[in-house]
C-alpha cells in the first residue's frame, strides 16, 4: 500500500465502485518515488480546496492496476505516475509523469469542475 494521505484503492473493484458512485474522481497510480510523491502531496493539498471531487492513489505494481495501466488514453505512457481524471464514470483525461500543483488544478478546472464554485459540492 502507498504510503500517502489519500484515499487507497486496493483492487479492480474498488476503482470500480469509486468512479461510479463519484461524479469527478482523480486517480494517481503510481509508486513512492521521486515522480510520484509530488503528485500525491498536490493531490492532498488540492483535497481541501476541490471538496467535490475525490482524490485517491492506487499502486502502480498489483495485478488491479491494469485497470490504469490498460486503459487506452495511457498506453502509450512512459514516466509515473499515471494519472487519471473521471467524470460521470468516463475517463476524461490522463498524464503521466510529475505534475505540479498548477497544473493538477488546472486540469480539474478543465476537465471536471467546469464552471462550479471551487470548494462547494453542488447541490
Do not use: W
Not at 61 to 71: E, Q, S, T
Amino acid at each position: 500500500m502507498l504510503h500517502t494521505n489519500l484515499r487507497h484503492v486496493l483492487s479492480a473493484d474498488e476503482h470500480e465502485k469509486l468512479i461510479a458512485e463519484n461524479e469527478n474522481v482523480m486517480v494517481c497510480c503510481g509508486r513512492m518515488g521521486p515522480m510520484c510523491i509530488p503528485v500525491y502531496a498536490a493531490m492532498s493539498e488540492l483535497e481541501n480546496e476541490y471538496e467535490q471531487v475525490v482524490f485517491a492513489d492506487m499502486e502502480f505494481d498489483i495485478p488491479a492496476a491494469a485497470v490504469i495501466r490498460n486503459a487506452p488514453e495511457c498506453r502509450g505512457f512512459m514516466g509515473l505516475p499515471f494519472v487519471v481524471y473521471y467524470k460521470n464514470g468516463e475517463l476524461v483525461h490522463a498524464t503521466s509523469s510529475i505534475q505540479s500543483k498548477e497544473q493538477i488544478a488546472a486540469i480539474l478546472e478543465k476537465k471536471l469542475v467546469k464552471g462550479e464554485e471551487v470548494g462547494k459540492i453542488p447541490g
